[in-house]
Nanobody
Framework: QVQLVESGGGLVQAGGSLRLSCAAS????????MGWFRQVAGKERDIIAA????????YYGDSVKGRFTISRDDAGNTVYLQMNSLKPEDTAVYYC?????????????????WGQGTQVTVSS
């Protein structure tokens, strides 16, 4: 079992930065690939970034490539999403998720554990 708690969301002006954190409890964090997703009301939950168990492989969605960075700290049981050059279209609820696998996936159904989400609002 893995419990996930996101933090770091909030209101920021366009062009600003935020760093999201996802703290995990449970013994399986270090054996899980992790992902960050986001969801706008009425739309599907989409992958933003993902990282393998080892941290050696990452994935970024086209809309955030070059602006967002995912990283993990296994000693601290935390995964981060550094978000720079934020745009109003980045406004969404952001979720972290854990997949009990060495490899990340782009698909929500491959992730077994989810946090409750943190709101990010980018004003123009």
């Amino acid at each position: 079992q893995v419990q996930l708690v996101e933090s770091g969301g909030g209101l920021v002006q366009a062009g600003g930065s935020l760093r999201l954190s996802c703290a995990a409890s449970g013994r399986t964090f270090s054996s899980a690939a992790m992902g960050w997703f986001r969801q706008v009301a009425g739309k599907e939950r989409d992958i933003i970034a993902a990282i393998s168990r080892s941290g050696g492989s990452t994935y970024y969605g086209d809309s955030v490539k070059g602006r967002f960075t995912i990283s993990r700290d296994d000693a601290g049981n935390t995964v981060y999403l550094q978000m720079n050059s934020l745009k109003p279209e980045d406004t969404a609820v952001y979720y972290c998720a854990a997949r009990p696998s060495a490899f990340w996936s782009r698909w929500t159904y491959d992730y077994a554990y989810w946090g409750q989400g943190t709101q990010v609002t980018v004003s123009s």
